[in-house]
């Protein structure tokens, strides 16, 4: 999936990862099938010792979980039955002998009474006084630890034979039947699906997922056997599972087919199999599915698990009229009724749940064949003149795959569809890639050279997919990473090769950044973090899966050299194809290359398995260089400051010097220790470590800033432009940090008016940007415009056209879109007279699409202006045209109107809900908007998260947003206490974490370099 070639920002968010230690065993019911089917009349609860016994289902030994779970219960009300039969056992001693029953106690009697009736009192007051609290080694979890995730019951009441959230291992899916029939009237669908599963134990159930489904009926046959048998099936939907109850044993070995029928409504969420409101001359709706990562449940039973693949043979009935697409190729087409058809796909290859798809719409292609392969790009009929950069783009990435890989694409067919309404960016489902319309589709009047970088990454990202991810999958979602940060890794690998004039690795660069402000965070997470929840699921999809998976490839590819990584690749692929993979699968298959010489693993686990990056401390004196790192970490109470020694990471150093600082001279050192000494064969007047950027650390020069800040001003040319923005970066941070100051950061930007490459300048507006932001909502405007003036002649000497480099007009679009809605020099001027003219021809006159946005921005200013921008938004027929007006409309300062999009937006129909999160981006950065959209989120949070799932990526973004600009005590006591007030799932979220953890950084920031700034400036 992409979720990040968007125009919001990344998501800040986090994980504490001691809370999601592996899923505690719990005892299995149905393991022995001794009883069936089980009837919670027939268990009982007899602890003995540190062994649960149900009756009639034998004992079961238990681990240390199940030990804390047999704690609790005894502090609750399962061991208090029998404590109290216990009990009652024990009074019964003393009604023995009737013959003393009158007689008056003895004092032993009096004390033993009491003793029992203190127990007694006791266990009362814990069931009572403690109802909601369960007791374990670590102390009371108040949730997730009751008795019915032991034993939960079933919706018809009766014990669902189950009770963890992963599937048991004991039945296999091997193939599947699945016919289905959306009604696009009435907005529902039938299903029925096969499945062929073979039995791994023997067993009595098979469980597997299934959401919101209306089942009707379940059996299931034997692979001998021609009769189905009618099946029990129970249903526990807090797990989103259902169990199908064998009528005999299933045995080891054997094939089974269970036949399941089953009706539901079309989603109105961006999951499971959806639909979209849309009118043309045929159709007004449009049906699709987003299955990754768990909804593929929610459109028919399945063993919803990355792991568990199968083959699939899928059967769509609809209108004759429309068109459906999936995976694999149509094989035929069968009339079924009036009016109606049925389209049958060939079987498709071994592959996860997740990845399967279909479409039912409307739609209209063009197509052309690349080594054997079928290449089709799809859009609604309007939208048809857009679709040639896409397919040319798609074939020659598919060609540079096949080659990089070795392996060919291994379908006939692959088509790449725009759909009218799509969350995220794109979804690499196998053979039938959905996009969202401005991630595919390009316009040649309308489209930047932003726009053109941002369809040409997705393409690359999703293609990349079919092999890592498609192919190759992931065992479990803790390794998303080797989907996620492998896919956009080779995004930017294919768009140097193949598109070298996009300078996608200054997108790259950028994007670390930016991973790297989330994960210097206290709330950020290991790229490799155990997950269970489907809530710890979502939050996977984050900047560090994504954007630091991808950076730590790169920084492993720069170290082994690219022809060894090429090959450990290629390796990796071959050893598990159509099969699944942990991240160590990857390091084994690198050390086969490295054969001894290197030991990639060790390497690479000091980065995957721990949280955050190393700061490296560099003091150079004469030709030594003394080296020393530690944990970079924002720490947001000084007096607790304790620096963690305890960690260390390996990592590959580069540098270059004053000696020779072209690219063959980059130098590289591997510091596995906290600190080393390299001696230059002569003394050098700079050096600059990490070497392009291509490692993931952060370096303080110490004394040598001085000759760094020196450099630049004398001859910046002298590193390179990715050198320069990493300096800039580095220092800010570093001020930030309090390990330098604030003052030498702005000595070292004073050499930017001598600056023209495009990687710097982001850098330094993302910076400055940052604290304008912060001065401007902290009511310090003078301040903040004088923070920008660094940029001042910059943004003067931009010119109003698509002239130049790809890179140059980028940057021209992002500090004229900047200038203009901050009303900075001449900007608005400029703008507003070209929107002028645009609205007097009625929107004909054709605008330069990279100064697009800028001149929207001006124009909506104006109440007339932003009422003509609505119109125009409203007829448009090129998505990259309407994303800018989108844009524009919402940095408006009529505070009715801001209130006026969210709402329509969050609706649906004037605006499509896939902006929402955009919208709320662009309000909440703006002194006018920032508090309306904070208040937008917590009126609207339910429907929010119904509508995006909770611990989505769109919830991470509205999250982090919408609290990203709070900078007081108050704020952070609102946001902190609103959260708690939700859910325990709301305010245990990552990003919710992060999101405290900015404002915290926000405030220390304030107080650390207001007054310092202002004098400074
Ligand atoms: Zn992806």
Redesign the pocket.
């Known amino acids: ?2 979720c990040f070639k968007d125009r919001i920002q990344l998501p800040r968010n986090m994980i504490e990862n001691s809370m999601f230690e592996e899923e505690p065993d719990v005892v299995d019911l149905a393991k022995e099938p001794c009883i069936h089917p089980l009837d919670p009349d027939e268990v009982e609860y007899e602890p003995r010792s540190s062994r649960l016994l149900v009756r009639g289902l034998g004992e079961h030994e238990m681990d240390d979980d199940e030990e804390d779970y047999e704690s609790s219960a005894k502090l609750l009300g399962m061991s208090f039955m029998n404590r109290s039969s216990g009990l009652r056992n024990n009074m019964s001693v003393y009604r023995q002998n009737p013959n003393e029953s009158c007689s008056v106690p003895s004092t032993r009697t009096v004390v033993v009474c009491t003793v029992v009736l203190v127990i007694a009192v006791s266990l009362i007051m814990a069931i009572y006084l403690l109802p909601k609290c369960t007791f374990t080694k670590e102390g009371c979890y108040k949730k997730n630890h009751t008795m019915e995730l032991i034993y939960p019951l079933a919706t018809n009441g009766k014990l669902f034979p189950w009770a963890k959230i992963r599937l048991p291992p004991d039945v296999v899916p091997l193939h599947y039947d699945l016919v289905l029939q959306p009604n696009l009237t009435t907005l529902k669908f039938t299903g029925s699906v096969n499945i062929v599963v073979n039995v791994i134990q023997v067993t009595w159930k098979i469980v597997l997922h299934s959401s919101g489904l209306n089942i009707t009926k379940a059996t299931i046959t034997s692979a001998g056997g021609h009769q189905a048998k009618p099946a029990e099936f129970l249903e526990y939907p807090l797990h989103d599972q259902i169990a199908v109850m064998a009528p005999e044993a299933l045995l080891v070995g054997q094939n089974y087919t269970v036949n399941i029928e089953y009706s539901s409504n079309l989603s109105d969420t961006y999951y499971g199999f959806y639909k979209i409101s849309y009118k043309d001359e045929n159709s007004e709706w449009f049906a699709a599915t987003q299955f990754e990562p768990l909804a593929a449940r929610s459109a028919f039973p399945c063993f919803d698990e990355p792991a568990f693949k199968a083959t699939f043979l899928i059967k769509i009935k609809r209108d004759e009229k429309l068109l459906t697409l999936s995976n694999m190729p149509k094989k035929a087409t069968t009339p079924v009724t009036n009016g109606i058809v049925q389209d049958e796909f060939f079987v498709s290859l071994k592959m996860s749940t997740y990845l399967v798809a279909f479409v039912v719409a409307d739609l209209k292609n063009i197509s052309r064949e690349t080594n054997g392969s079928l290449v089709s790009i799809y859009a609604i009929p309007q939208h048809l003149n857009q679709v040639g950069y896409a397919l040319n783009t798609a074939v020659k990435l598919l060609e540079f795959y096949q080659e990089y890989f070795l392996i060919d694409y291994p379908l006939q067919k692959l088509d790449l569809v725009a759909i009218p309404d799509f969350q995220s960016g794109a979804m ?1 489902n196998w053979g039938l890639i959905t996009f969202r319309e401005t991630a595919l589709l390009f316009d040649s009047n309308t489209s930047s050279a932003r726009d053109k970088k941002l369809i040409t990454a997705v393409i690359a ?1 999703e293609l990349a ?1 079919q092999w890592f991810g498609n192919l190759v999958t992931m065992g479990w979602w803790n390794d998303l990473w080797l ?2 940060g492998f ?1 956009t890794f080779m995004e930017y690998v294919a768009m140097e090769e193949i598109f070298p004039e996009l300078h996608s690795d200054e997108d790259l660069l950028n994007l670390i950044f930016k991973a790297m402000m989330k994960d210097s965070l206290n709330s950020s997470h290991p790229v490799s973090s155990a997950v269970q929840s489907s809530e710890q699921i979502e939050e996977m999809f984050d900047a560090l899966s994504y954007i630091k998976g991808a950076s730590l490839l790169l920084m492993l590819k720069h170290y082994l050299t690219k022809d060894v990584f090429q090959a450990g690749i290629e390796v990796y692929l071959h050893n598990h194809n159509y099969g699944s993979a942990q991240s160590d699968d990857l390091w084994d298959s690198m050390n086969e290359i490295t054969n001894g010489t290197l030991d990639v693993k060790k390497l690479m686990k000091t980065w995957i398995l721990h949280k955050g990056f190393p700061l490296v401390t560099v003091v150079r004196k004469r030709n030594v260089i003394s080296i020393q790192q530690e944990k970079f970490l924002y720490h947001m109470e000084p007096e607790n400051w304790t620096s963690d020694t305890s960690y260390l990471w390996h990592i590959p150093l580069t540098y270059i010097t004053s000696s020779c600082n072209f690219t063959h001279c980059t130098n590289a050192y591997l510091l596995d220790q906290k600190s080393a000494v390299i001696e230059l064969p002569e003394e050098v007047e700079w050096i600059k470590f990490n070497v392009d950027m291509n490692g993931y650390y952060i370096v303080h020069y110490a004394e040598d800033w001085k000759t760094l800040i020196d450099l630049l001003k004398k001859n910046h040319t002298a590193l390179s432009p990715k050198d320069r923005a990493n300096l800039i970066n580095n220092i800010f941070n570093l001020a930030s940090l309090g390990k330098e100051s604030l003052e030498k950061a702005f000595e070292l930007i004073d050499y930017l008016n001598k600056e023209s490459s495009t990687a710097p300048l982001t850098q330094a507006l993302f910076q400055l940007s940052h604290i304008y932001s912060l001065l401007e909502k902290k009511g310090e405007q003078q301040l903040a415009v004088r923070v920008m003036h660094l940029l001042g002649d910059k943004i003067d000497q931009q010119r109003w056209t698509d002239d130049g480099t790809l890179s140059e007009r980028e940057l021209r679009s992002m500090l004229l879109a900047f200038a203009c809605t901050h009303d900075m020099r001449n900007c608005r001027a400029t703008a507003t007279e070209m929107f002028k003219k645009w609205m007097k021809s009625n929107g004909t006159m054709s605008l330069p699409s990279d100064v697009m946005k800028a001149i929207f921005i001006a124009g909506a200013k104006s109440s007339d202006g932003w009422e003509f921008l609505l119109k125009m938004y409203s007829s448009s027929v090129s998505e990259a045209e309407k994303s800018k007006m989108i844009e524009a409309l919402a940095t408006t300062e009529d505070v009715r109107k801001l209130i006026w999009l969210m709402q329509n937006s969050l609706e649906g129909k004037v605006i499509r809900a896939q902006e929402l999160s955009h919208i709320i981006s662009t309000v909440s950065q703006s002194l006018t908007g920032y508090l309306l959209a904070w208040d937008f989120v917590k009126e609207n949070w339910e429907k929010l998260t119904r509508k995006f799932h909770l611990g989505s990526y769109t919830i991470q973004n509205i999250i982090s947003l919408s609290t990203s600009q709070f900078a007081t005590k108050a704020h952070l006591l609102e946001v902190k206490s609103f959260f708690e007030s939700k859910s325990e799932e709301s305010s245990q979220l990552r990003c919710v974490k992060e999101a405290i953890d900015t404002i915290q950084l926000n405030i220390q920031w304030m107080e650390r370099n207001l007054a310092k700034l202002q004098e400074l400036l």
């Open positions: 999936m992409d690499e990202h997919h989907n996620e896919a």
